[in-house]
């Protein structure tokens, strides 16, 4: 069974702060990783990891993959209220289906 | 463009009731899977369709199918439902058969209360 574990599970800070998210994951087949906010219902795309030590950056966002020790971390840096949000990691294996696994969430509230 | 559309967006059900919720994808999507999100977890694989074919499952009972029909809009059908059905389903739209192509695209989900 396939396992993503997220951590912290809530964050509150202040804005401007730098915050650091946590995944680990267990999953047979690894094919990639993926990142999504989540403000209120859909899920929005923010990044997808497939190769380790390979940062990937989106603005103040940024996102790197270690496939040797099965971890994944987001950084979110000169945090705004705007992104106050859940944020769901999510591992997907090689196969016949296209199938996420996903992990809990880290909700995160940005205070002015 | 359209993104990916989801009906209804609220709906409340009686226990023993049968539901269905439907999804059309982006244009020029053929692959439509399906999610539910119970309160405070990650959402659950539940199906996966692609090209009008079922191709992948997750760990959810008989009472839950789907279909997906010629222009790629899906159904998903519960039937006999039960109080911990209560969630938000999710549809999620992509290109390919796999999001390690592409990202995957979420609606803004069904919100089914049984009660």
């Known amino acids: 069974e396939d396992k993503v574990v997220q951590s912290p599970l809530s964050l509150v800070v202040h804005e401007g702060d730098t915050v650091t998210l946590n995944c680990s994951y267990e999953?047979?087949?690894?094919?990639?990783l993926l990142w999504y906010k989540q403000e209120k219902k859909a899920p929005t795309f923010l990044f997808m990891l497939?190769?380790?030590?390979i940062e990937k950056k989106s603005g103040r966002l940024s996102s790197i993959l270690d496939k040797k020790e099965l971890f994944s971390i987001l950084n979110i840096t000169a945090t705004q209220t705007g992104d106050s949000a859940i944020y769901l990691c999510a591992v997907e294996r090689t196969g016949t289906a296209s199938k996420l696994t996903f992990g809990t969430g880290t909700r995160l509230q940005v205070m002015l | 463009d359209a993104g990916v559309t989801q009906s209804p967006t609220h709906l409340i059900k009686t226990r023993g009731q049968h539901v269905t919720l439907r999804c059309s994808p982006i244009?020029?999507?053929?692959?439509v899977s399906w999610y539910q999100q119970v309160l405070g977890q990650g959402p659950q694989f539940i199906f996966q369709?692609?090209?009008?074919?079922?191709?992948g499952r997750g760990n959810f009972p008989d009472r839950f199918s789907a279909r997906q029909f010629p222009n790629y809009s899906s159904e998903l059908n519960v039937n006999a439902l039960l109080l911990g059905d209560s969630a938000l389903y999710l549809c999620?739209?992509?290109?390919?058969?796999?999001?390690?192509?592409?990202?995957?695209?979420f609606g803004q989900g069904t919100r089914l209360t049984v009660v």
């Open positions: 999620a739209s992509s290109p390919a058969r796999s999001p390690a192509n592409t990202e995957a695209f």
């Open positions: 497939t190769s380790s030590g």
């Open positions: 244009s020029g999507h053929k692959s």
């Open positions: 999953v047979t087949n690894f094919r990639s």
């Open positions: 369709y692609y090209e009008k074919e079922e191709r």
